[in-house]
């Protein structure tokens, strides 16, 4: 199975800024997720990012807010903009492996104060 | 219909118990359902997995049961260890893509 490394592990940031989360995987990959897990929840998928094309968000999730980018097929960042406290959750980036299912990175833990 | 109803919210076990813990969809379209395992401060991580053609999967201690007329799907922990205790996740989906996820059960095995 593939190896994810998410960076930064946690933050703490004030609302009204930006923050970036990296997404490294150790091989390549198609489709990379960007999904979020607020305090106690369950996951919620934000966005699906193909190698080359705009990202796809769902329902409730707009590039303005979340703009992704996916350069190659091992990397991709989702970038949480103007950040109020209602954004302070886990992010966790994810790729298919196929027969693996889907694995997760170790999360981003986000705090907006 | 894109739900995935998972119960119960928390559970508390013995040591050397059966775990079990029950999820429900409603999209007769899911055909691939997952249960993952999520230690504090890690990514949830694939344990077992499922699909429709089947009603029963085993691998080593967990145990996936597969109601298709019921839409319901359970996990059995059996002889449940401490090292065991973390939150799980039950999720389905069309294909392997675009998992819904259930809302999650705390599981706590007492030593």
């Known amino acids: 199975s593939a190896v994810i490394s998410q960076k930064p592990s946690r933050d703490i940031c004030q609302r009204g800024t930006s923050l970036t989360i990296q997404c490294q995987v150790d091989?390549?990959?198609?489709?990379m997720f960007w999904y979020r897990q607020q305090p106690g929840q369950s996951l919620t998928l934000i966005a699906t990012?193909?190698?080359?094309?705009?990202?796809?968000?769902e329902s409730g999730f707009v590039i303005d807010k979340f703009p992704i980018s996916r350069p190659n097929l091992t990397f991709s960042t989702l970038t949480v903009s103007n950040m109020s406290p209602e954004d302070s959750s886990i992010y966790l980036c994810?790729?298919?492996?196929?027969?693996?299912?889907?694995?997760f990175g170790s999360g981003t833990r986000l705090t907006v104060v | 219909q894109q739900q995935v109803k998972q119960s119960p919210q928390s559970l508390i076990v013995q040591k050397g118990g059966i775990s079990i813990i029950n999820c429900a969809y409603e999209?007769?379209?899911?055909?691939?359902f997952p249960w993952y395992q999520q230690f504090p401060g890690k990514g949830p991580a694939l344990l077992i997995a499922?699909?429709?053609?089947?009603s029963e999967k085993k691998e080593g201690r967990f145990t996936i049961s597969f109601n298709k007329s019921a839409k319901q799907f359970s996990l059995h922990i059996m002889d449940s260890q401490p090292g065991d205790s973390a939150t799980y996740f039950c999720?389905?989906?069309?294909?392997?893509?675009?998992?819904?996820f259930g809302t999650g059960t705390r599981l706590k095995v007492l030593a």
């Open positions: 994810s790729v298919d492996l196929g027969a693996y299912g889907y694995t």
């Open positions: 091989s390549q990959v198609t489709m």
């Open positions: 990012a193909n190698q080359g094309s705009e990202a796809t968000y």
């Open positions: 999209n007769t379209a899911f055909d691939y």
């Open positions: 499922i699909r429709p053609d089947v």
């Open positions: 999720a389905a989906s069309k294909g392997t893509y675009k998992y819904i």
